[in-house]
């Protein structure tokens, strides 16, 4: 630990004038739910939560059968109930929710939807967003170039983009040979990416990928980044929703414990960072379990339209089941199900489970600053 930091410069979305400029980032399944993102936003940043299958985990929770509309409607209620800014993740690949999640994020009143693990490429679309800024994760310039030309025929220009690198948790949007290519790295794809929020009418950039102290966010900020998005370190706070021993296995993890799985990988595709002794992983590894689908979040529609694909369905030789290995993580059906533990590169850096106060208090540069 060493001394105070400086102040960050507030962040503004959609005229919305954001005290903090840290966004912590959306993580299903159930990582981030209200307790989470409401105490972020009470700190003065943006708390987000993720959509990941939010229908089982307000159900379980309220006690209520509710729908995918409902259940995030509800959510996003209570996560701006004790104010602040919060809104919500909502992944592309969750294809069968995708427009319901909007719609309910919308009408709850949402400052932000931030959508990626895809192209977003029909959001503006779906309902008119009102106050609910949107906001696109993307990987490279160009990804972005082309959800702006296509946002611009409907009409529209994100808020905002998130600008994620390869050292972030979850789904990364890089091919699997190209996670480790320096000029992949956040601080050479920022310059681009830049550029093309300029160009389509300068919006703010919100960097995402192994930030990690007080320090890295100033120096983000100072290449001219406008905010930050944060998650593994929220993942590691007592207000998460991650189970007692996906949280354990954070702090235990070592640097050489946190692989990128690929094949086997996530049914949606896409490289997907991980603590290899995750226990969904290493059945994966083993061919020990036997396929199941019976959760269907991930499930693409096949020739005649109905949605029935997905990878892990038939065999999990290539790809595990990550709906019930993220919902066991988050504490869903532990007993049935064994758990997949997501995280940042850095994870291995954190050693203690801390309120969110004080996370923010450091991040901030309020109180004392971690220098590991
Ligand atoms: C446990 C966990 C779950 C995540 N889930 C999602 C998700 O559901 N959707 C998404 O777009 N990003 C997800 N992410 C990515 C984060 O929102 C964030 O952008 C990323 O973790 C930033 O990198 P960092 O962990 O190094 O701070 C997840 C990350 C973690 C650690
Ligand atoms: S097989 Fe598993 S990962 Fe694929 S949709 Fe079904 S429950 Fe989800």
């Not at 390869?166 to 190209?178: E, N, R, V």
Request: net charge positive; aromatic share 6%.
């Amino acid at each position: 630990m060493s001394g105070l930091g400086s102040p960050l410069p507030q962040l503004t979305i959609k005229g919305k004038r954001i005290s903090v400029p840290i966004v912590q980032g959306g993580m299903g399944v159930g990582v981030s739910l209200h307790p989470l993102a409401s105490a972020v936003a009470r700190e003065g940043g943006v708390g987000i939560i993720s959509s990941a299958c939010l229908d089982r985990l307000v159900s379980r929770r309220t006690g209520k059968r509710l729908t995918t509309y409902e259940a995030t409607y509800d959510e996003v209620s209570l996560s701006k109930a004790a104010g602040g800014y919060a809104g919500i993740n909502i992944m592309v690949a969750l294809v069968k929710d995708y427009e319901n999640s909007v719609k309910g994020a919308i009408d709850a009143g949402a400052d932000v939807i931030i959508s990626g693990a895809g192209l977003p490429l029909g959001l503006p679309a779906i309902q008119p967003p009102k106050d609910t800024a949107l906001i696109p994760i993307v990987s490279s310039a160009r990804a972005l170039e082309i959800i702006c030309k296509k946002w611009e025929r409907l009409g529209y220009r994100p808020d905002a983009t998130v600008l994620e690198g390869p050292l972030a948790g979850g789904h990364l949007g890089f091919k699997i040979d190209s996670i480790d290519l320096e000029s992949n790295r956040l601080d050479r794809l920022l310059p681009p990416v830049k550029d093309m929020a300029m160009k389509y009418g300068d919006f703010p950039i919100i960097v995402a990928g192994g930030i990690y102290t007080h320090g890295d966010i100033a120096r983000f900020l100072k290449m001219g980044a406008d905010g930050v998005q944060m998650g593994t370190r929220f993942l590691a706070t007592e207000e998460s929703s991650a189970s007692p021993a996906y949280k354990r296995a954070v702090i235990d993890a070592k640097e050489e414990d946190i692989i990128v799985a690929h094949d086997p990988g996530s049914p949606c595709g896409l490289p997907f960072r991980i603590i290899k002794h995750s226990p969904m992983y290493v059945s994966a590894l083993r061919r020990a379990r036997a396929p199941k689908c019976d959760k269907g979040y991930v499930l693409l529609k096949d020739a005649d339209g109905n949605f029935s694909r997905c990878i892990a369905r038939e065999s999990n030789e290539h790809a595990f089941c990550i709906c019930n290995g993220l919902l066991s993580s988050a504490g869903y059906n532990p007993e049935k199900e064994e758990p997949l533990y997501t995280v940042g590169t850095n994870a291995f850096r954190v050693d203690r489970i801390v309120p969110v106060k004080a996370l923010m208090d450091e991040l901030t540069g309020k109180a004392a600053l971690c220098t590991s």
